[in-house]
């Protein structure tokens, strides 16, 4: 594909479901912060600047230390304007991004408020000055266990609304099993809240089949390992769950050696809704102009291929209908 080509599918309006608040802000935003709270975190950097981690255990490991230094709503509302630029930058004009309790006021409903008010507000000014749509998914952290995870399901049932719209699990997947956390995805569901999980990022099929059949999700955070089982393929097809594919970030972590040995176009080709998502983008030296020109290239997709994908992204987003209908012009070139 021509180098103009590739230019102009950059640059194209995108739709992100999938993306981890706290992954995404900047290096240097992290240790702005931590250099005025007076905090030597340098550990976690690189001499470059960038986050510097070895796997993904130890992974989640840097990105809970780089999360320690928000500890107020407005450092909060200070990520999510950033992370709002990020966004403007690379022509995102919806996003959906995960929020977690645990690490906004621990799970008390009460600071949980104070924090969700603040990126409200922030959320708010993203979309008038820059154009980006943010809606956000409250995430448990599975690794800290179902204990923290029903709190976290409390404070999203307390707090859903026009711009809380979802609910969902991640972190490490080898951490006990989706059937663990139903409580706490029945507790979002009867809230009104759209479901997701974390599921065959890391291990397999078998993670994907257990998130449908005991959390009920309409949505599989990663679920790429899917492609290893035709009947549950077939089921995805069937059932119109969308996987939120992160192309960039399964091969940072070595999920995949590379972007042509990754699935996401056998999965496109077998009917599976895929979306495409940065996860972390920071961590994974990514974004969303690089995740198109990858696949652009790699796959060789045309434009209209990635106008169908904003398309069926849209489509799978937990967003109101009027939103939808927003959007859904703006991905056709209209203005609001
Ligand atoms: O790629 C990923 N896979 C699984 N879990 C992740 C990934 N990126 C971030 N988190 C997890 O998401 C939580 C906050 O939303 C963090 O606790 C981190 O553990």
Redesign the pocket.
Known sequence: MDEDAVRQIEAMPKVELHL????AAPPDFISRLAAEKREDISRIFRRDGSYAFEG?VH??KV??AA?GVLRRPEDYARLARAVGEELAANDVIYCET???P??CGGGDVDAWRDYLAAMEEAAAEVERDLGVTLRFVV?C????GPERARKSALCAAETAGRRLVGFGM????NAFEQKDFAWAFDCAREAGLRLTS?AG??RGPEEVRAALDHLRVERI??GVRSVEDPALVDRLVENGICLEV?PG?NVA?GVYPRLAAHPIETLRDRGVRVSVST??PP?FHTSMRAEYRGLARTFGWESEVFGELARASLDAAFCDEETRARIAKRLTGERP
């Open positions: 981890h608040l706290e992954g993904f992974f989640l990105y809970e999360t995960f929020l977690s645990d690490f995430t952290v599975r690794h800290l991640a972190g490490d997947e974390h990022e890391w955070g990663h992160c970030s972590l996860d972390d961590f």
